[in-house]
C-alpha cells in the first residue's frame, strides 16, 4: 500500500473519530459540571480573574463564561472546539443575556424595530465572544483557561491548545492551570478477594492509553509509596525525561504504575489522586509486564513527557504486543467480595454433599464458579466461555489453582455445546453470572431456554434460582449551576437507551417508592417477551424524567444478594438508567409507566394513552440533530467494519491505525474516549 493511500486512510479515520468527539463532547463538559468539588475549585480560580480578558479553550458550555464575568471578567472569548459546544454555548448565554436585557429596556424593547432589538442585543452581551474551533483573528487576552482536562492530564491537547494560543502575534501571557505536579506509585493487582490465585488474568490487564484508576482499594496493593516525579509548567512546556528512585516497600510483582497530578490554578490547588473526593476524574493506570521486586530494593522509574503524554518505564519493563484484552467490567467483578461470598455459600448449599453431580456454569469467565463448585465438592465441572483470551488464561488460572483434573474450559458459547462431545451427560447444577445491569442484556433468558432444552437434567438446579428487577422513578435534570439557568443541557444529558451508572454517584431525587417490574425462575423462564403498565404513586412533587432500575439475585429460596442503590456495599453491578420525556407532577399524582422486554432488552416508556400532551414538557428531551448525526456515525461506523471483515488486509491496516490513534489521541486530535472505543473493535479477534 503506497503511503500516501496509508495517510489517506488514516486522516478519513481520524476525521470519522473527531465527528464522534463533536457528539459526545457536551456530555463530557456536563459530567465535569456535576462534580460540586471540580466547579468549586474552577470557581476559586475563576474568581481571580476581575477585569481580565479571558480566553476560554472550551468554555464548558457557556458556564465557565459566564461564571468569569460574574467575578468581574472584563472579556471572554468562549474558544469551543467543537461545533456542537459553540452552538450549546450560545444558546446557554443568549438565554442568560435575553433575561437581564429585558428586564433592563422592558416594555420598551416591543417599539423597536428586529434591526434595533438585534443591535441592541449584540451590544449588550458584547462581552462575550462565541467561535468554533481555533480562532481565525488574533485574541488580545490576559489568561487562557483549559479545563477540558482528563485523568491523564495531557492526553486532551492542553500543551497543544496553550501553544496555539500563546502563537505569534498573540498576547496571552496567563494560563490556567498554570502548573501541574506529577505523582506515581508501582502498584500490584491483588486478588485477595476472591479467595484464588488469578495472576493469569494480568496478560489482559492493558489497554493502549491510560485508563481511569477507579479499582477498590482491596484490589491493589502499593509496592512503594507514592512520589513526585516531576513537575511541569504550562506556560513554557519543555518534553522531558525524569529519572525518579523508587524505594520498594513490599516483595512481590509490578503490575502498573499509577500516576495523578495537583494542578495550580493560579494560586488554587486541586489534585486527582487516590481517594480524591473528586467524582469524575481519578487517577490513571498504565499497564506494564511484570516486574519482580523485593522489599528494600531501589528502582529507577522512568518517566517521558511529550506534548500528548506521560510513559512511564520501571528499569527493563517492556510490553509485550498485545491484541486481547480483559473487558472493562469484568476488573470491577473480581474485587466484588460479597458476591464471591454469596455465591461461594450457595454453590455449596446446592451441591450439599452431591460430589457426584455435573455442573455447568454458563459464560465461565476466567473459572471463578468453576472453581467455587469444586471447592464444595463437586468433581466434575464444565465452564463454557466464548471469550478467547480469557478461556486461554482461565485454563491457567484453573492449573494453578489446583483443579484442572475437576474443572473443564470450554471455548464455546453453550448454544453450540452438544452432549456427549462438550459434556459427557446432562448437568445437574447450573452456576453462572451473565448479567448486566439490567439483569437480561447478555441473554441469560435465551442461553438458559437453550440449555434446559439440550444441556440439562429435568430437575436440574440453578445458582442463581430466580431474579427480579426492580426500579423508581426519579427526578434527573439540571436546573442551575451556580446562579445560571442551564435548563438547556438536559436534552445532551440523556442517552435514548438504558446506561450502566452508579446511583451513589448520581444526583437525583426519587418520586417513587422502589417497585418490582419483572421477576424470573431461571427453570421455567426463557426469552419470551413481556409487557406490562405499572401505575405508580408520586411520593413527591417535581419533574419526573427518569427510571433509575436494578436487580436482586435469588441465589437460592432463602438468600437474596442486593443490587439495591441503597443496599450498604453495593455490588459490581451497580444501577441502570433510562431517560423519558419529563412530566410535571404532584404528590399523590398518578404515573403510568409500561415495562417491557424482548428476552435480552429492557425498556421503559410512559403509556401514553393514560396522559395528555399537555403533561409533558416543552423542551425536548433529546436534540433530533444531534440524534440523527449519531444515526449516521454508526451506520458509518458498521459499514466501515463489514468493509473490513470481508477485506482481511484491510481489516489489519485500519486496525493498526486504530491502535495508534488510541495510544496518543491527542497527537490526532481525537477524544481519548472515543478512540478507546474504536479500537477496541478489533480487540480479542
Not at 39 to 55: G, Y
Not at 225 to 232: D, H, K, N, R
Request: aromatic fraction near 8%.
Amino acid at each position: 500500500m503506497p503511503q500516501a493511500l496509508q495517510g489517506m486512510r488514516l486522516d478519513g479515520i481520524r476525521k470519522h473519530l473527531w465527528r464522534y468527539g463533536n457528539q459526545v463532547a457536551a456530555r463530557n463538559a456536563i459530567v465535569r459540571l456535576e462534580d460540586p468539588h471540580w466547579l468549586a475549585a474552577w470557581d476559586a480560580a475563576l474568581a481571580d480573574l476581575t477585569d481580565r480578558r479571558v480566553v476560554l479553550h472550551g468554555s464548558e458550555l457557556g458556564v465557565f463564561a459566564l461564571r468569569a464575568l460574574h467575578h468581574g471578567a472584563a472579556h471572554v472569548v468562549c474558544a469551543d472546539p467543537y461545533p456542537l459546544e459553540a452552538r450549546i454555548t450560545t444558546g446557554i448565554v443568549q438565554k442568560h443575556f435575553m433575561k437581564q436585557w429585558r428586564a433592563r429596556f422592558g416594555e420598551a424593547v416591543a417599539s423597536w424595530t428586529e434591526q434595533e432589538q438585534r443591535a441592541s442585543f449584540e451590544s449588550f452581551a458584547a462581552c462575550v465572544d462565541i467561535v468554533s474551533g481555533e480562532p481565525q483573528t488574533v485574541l488580545e487576552a490576559d489568561c487562557l483557561v483549559f479545563s477540558q482536562i482528563d485523568h491523564t492530564l495531557l492526553g486532551t491537547g492542553i500543551v497543544q491548545a496553550v501553544r496555539r494560543h500563546q502563537g505569534e502575534g498573540r498576547s496571552i501571557r496567563r494560563v490556567l492551570p498554570a502548573s501541574a505536579r506529577v505523582f506515581a506509585m508501582p502498584i500490584a493487582w491483588n486478588y485477595d478477594a476472591t479467595g484464588y490465585q488469578l495472576e493469569a488474568l494480568n496478560v489482559l490487564r492493558w489497554s493502549p492509553y491510560p485508563q481511569p484508576f477507579d479499582v477498590e482499594t482491596t484490589a491493589w496493593t502499593p509496592m512503594s509509596e507514592p512520589i513526585e516525579v516531576g513537575s511541569l509548567d504550562f506556560s513554557d512546556f519543555q518534553p522531558a525525561i525524569w529519572d525518579t528512585r523508587l524505594p520498594i516497600v513490599k516483595t512481590g510483582e509490578v503490575d502498573a504504575i499509577v500516576f495523578w497530578f495537583e494542578l495550580d490554578l493560579g494560586g488554587h490547588c486541586i489534585g486527582n489522586e487516590p481517594g480524591s473526593p473528586l467524582r469524575w476524574l481519578k487517577p490513571a493506570v498504565q499497564h506494564i509486564d511484570a516486574i519482580s521486586v523485593t522489599d528494600g530494593d531501589e528502582r529507577v522509574l522512568r518517566t517521558q513527557m511529550t506534548e500528548t503524554r506521560f510513559h512511564f518505564q520501571l528499569g527493563d519493563s517492556a510490553s509485550s504486543p498485545r491484541s486481547q484484552s480483559l473487558p472493562g467490567w469484568y476488573v470491577s467483578t473480581l474485587g466484588d467480595a460479597p458476591r464471591t461470598q454469596a455465591y461461594r455459600a450457595a454453590i455449596s448449599r446446592a451441591l450439599d454433599g452431591a460430589t457426584d453431580s455435573l455442573v455447568l456454569d454458563i459464560g465461565a469467565g476466567c473459572g471463578m464458579l468453576p472453581m467455587l463448585a469444586a471447592e464444595a465438592g463437586a468433581r466434575q465441572i464444565v465452564g463454557c466461555e466464548s471469550n478467547v483470551g480469557i478461556v486461554q488464561a482461565g485454563r491457567d488460572v484453573i492449573t494453578v489453582n489446583g483443579y484442572a483434573d475437576r474443572v473443564a474450559l470450554i471455548g464455546k458459547d453453550c448454544r453450540n455445546m452438544t452432549i456427549p462431545e462438550d459434556l459427557p451427560r446432562p448437568a445437574d447444577l447450573v452456576v453462572l453470572e451473565l448479567f448486566d445491569c439490567s439483569l437480561i442484556g447478555e441473554g441469560v433468558l435465551h442461553y438458559l431456554g437453550h440449555a434446559r432444552e439440550h444441556l440439562l437434567t429435568e430437575s436440574a438446579r440453578f445458582v442463581p434460582a430466580k431474579a427480579r428487577i426492580r426500579a423508581m422513578l426519579i427526578e434527573y435534570r439540571l436546573d442551575r449551576l451556580w446562579d445560571l439557568d442551564v435548563n438547556l443541557l438536559n436534552p445532551y444529558r440523556a442517552h435514548t437507551g438504558f446506561i450502566n451508572v452508579d446511583a451513589t454517584r448520581l444526583d437525583y431525587r426519587p418520586l417513587s417508592e422502589p417497585f418490582d417490574v419483572f421477576e424470573f425462575d431461571f427453570a421455567t423462564a426463557g426469552p419470551q417477551p413481556e409487557d406490562k403498565v405499572i401505575r405508580l404513586p408520586a411520593i413527591a412533587s417535581g419533574t419526573v424524567g427518569a427510571v433509575l432500575f436494578w436487580f436482586d439475585l435469588g441465589l437460592d429460596e432463602a438468600n437474596w444478594l442486593p443490587n439495591d442503590p441503597h443496599a450498604a456495599g453495593g455490588s459490581h453491578w451497580k444501577q441502570g438508567l433510562q431517560v423519558l420525556p419529563e412530566l410535571s407532577i404532584e404528590t399523590a399524582g398518578e404515573l403510568p409507566l409500561r415495562a417491557s422486554h424482548n428476552g435480552s432488552r429492557l425498556s421503559f416508556r410512559w403509556e401514553a394513552e393514560s396522559l395528555a400532551k399537555d403533561d409533558f414538557s416543552l423542551l425536548p428531551r433529546w436534540d433530533p440533530r444531534w440524534l440523527a448525526a449519531n444515526t449516521e456515525l454508526e451506520q458509518q461506523t458498521q459499514a466501515l467494519l463489514q468493509h473490513c471483515v470481508q477485506n482481511p488486509d484491510e481489516y489489519a491496516k485500519v486496525a493498526e491505525i486504530a491502535l495508534r490513534i488510541a495510544v496518543d489521541p491527542a497527537a490526532h486530535g481525537v477524544e481519548p474516549g472515543i478512540a478507546q472505543r474504536f479500537a477496541s473493535l478489533f480487540f480479542n479477534t
